[in-house]
């Protein structure tokens, strides 16, 4: 327990937090308030096993905020974005959701129905992930999220997206 202490005492020493009570202007406090809940995210993403895990996850600041994304498009999403092994042409939505339910485990989701339904990052974290991505890398992200949709449309063509696809509409 010792070494646990000092090892989190070394955390918050690193990062400048000398405390926990938001004091000061309500920028002060806005500034604290993001730094705080940025090691709380940061300390999540550190616990996922795998690289493969992180990324998939910081891949999600793609969407927008107050919007539940389908299992389904986040499948499509890294399918396009990632390479899993060993499946070579990506991973099923019952793959996808798996990995959300662990995501889920570690809090960063607000809302999460599962398999048929969808997420909803809470706005703080949505805010942390998108500050991993610098700005070629959002763009990166977002055609490749383009890409994922227009895979859905007959011939490359927007306007065949089917109307069942609720998101891309």
Same mark, same amino acid.
């Given at each position: 327990l010792e070494g646990i202490l000092k090892e989190y005492e070394q955390f918050l020493r690193d990062r400048s937090i000398r405390?926990? $009570?938001l004091e000061g202007t309500e920028d002060d406090r806005t500034a604290k308030r993001r730094t705080l809940v940025g090691c709380c /995210? =940061? +300390?999540g993403l550190d616990a996922l096993v795998s690289e493969r895990e992180r990324v998939a996850l910081a891949s999600l600041a793609v969407f927008p905020e107050d919007t539940e994304i389908?299992? &389904?498009v986040i499948s499509d999403f890294w399918k396009e974005l990632l390479t899993w092994e060993p499946v070579s042409n990506g991973f099923s939505? /019952? %793959? +996808?959701?798996? #990995?959300?339910a662990? !995501? $889920?485990d570690l809090s !960063? !989701?607000?809302k999460y129905t599962g398999i048929d339904g969808g997420i909803q990052l809470h706005d703080e974290v949505l805010a942390y992930l998108r500050t991993l991505h &610098?700005?070629?890398q959002? %763009? =990166? #992200?977002? %055609?490749r999220m383009v890409q994922a949709l227009q895979r859905h449309c007959k011939s490359n063509e927007w306007h065949r997206l089917p109307a069942h696809h609720t998101y891309g509409w």
């Open positions: 405390g926990w $009570d /995210i =940061q +300390a389908p299992v &389904t939505a /019952i %793959q +996808a959701n798996a #990995l959300l662990e !995501f $889920d !960063f !989701f607000r &610098t700005s070629p959002n %763009q =990166q #992200l977002h %055609q």
